[in-house]
Nanobody, 121 residues
Framework: QSQLVESGGGLVQPGGSLRLSCAVSGISIGYYAIGWFRQAPGKEREGISCISSVTATTTYADSVKGRFTTSKDVAKNTVYLEMNNLTPDDTGIYYC??????????????WGQGTQVTVSS
């Protein structure tokens, strides 16, 4: 049974950084693309980045491009989201998901439970 567990969320000041982890079990990130999504209060969930299964190709939403970086450690079956220069607009619940490469929810089959990120002074 597949399981994705996010960790690393918390409270950070504007301009700060956080690194989220997505620990995957039951499936291999060598065969699945991993996407990161977030849901801000009162807004729909949006795809913000993804990393492909074999070549580790990445793509980012315009809202995070240049500030966020996705990487993975296949040996640990874990994907990371490094977030820099955070702003209050980055506040929300962050989810990782496994599926096909893309930023749309429909591309993903397996989801984690989410981790809260709050950017506030």
């Amino acid at each position: 049974q597949s399981q994705l567990v996010e960790s690393g969320g918390g409270l950070v000041q504007p301009g700060g950084s956080l690194r989220l982890s997505c620990a995957v079990s039951g499936i291999s990130i060598g065969y699945y693309a991993i996407g990161w999504f977030r849901q801000a209060p009162g807004k729909e969930r949006e795809g913000i980045s993804c990393i492909s299964s074999v070549t580790a190709t990445t793509t980012y939403a315009d809202s995070v491009k240049g500030r966020f970086t996705t990487s993975k450690d296949v040996a640990k079956n874990t994907v990371y989201l490094e977030m820099n220069n955070l702003t209050p607009d980055d506040t929300g619940i962050y989810y990782c998901a496994a599926g096909h490469y893309g930023l749309a929810e429909k591309d993903y089959d397996y989801w984690g439970q989410g981790t809260q990120v709050t950017v506030s002074s």
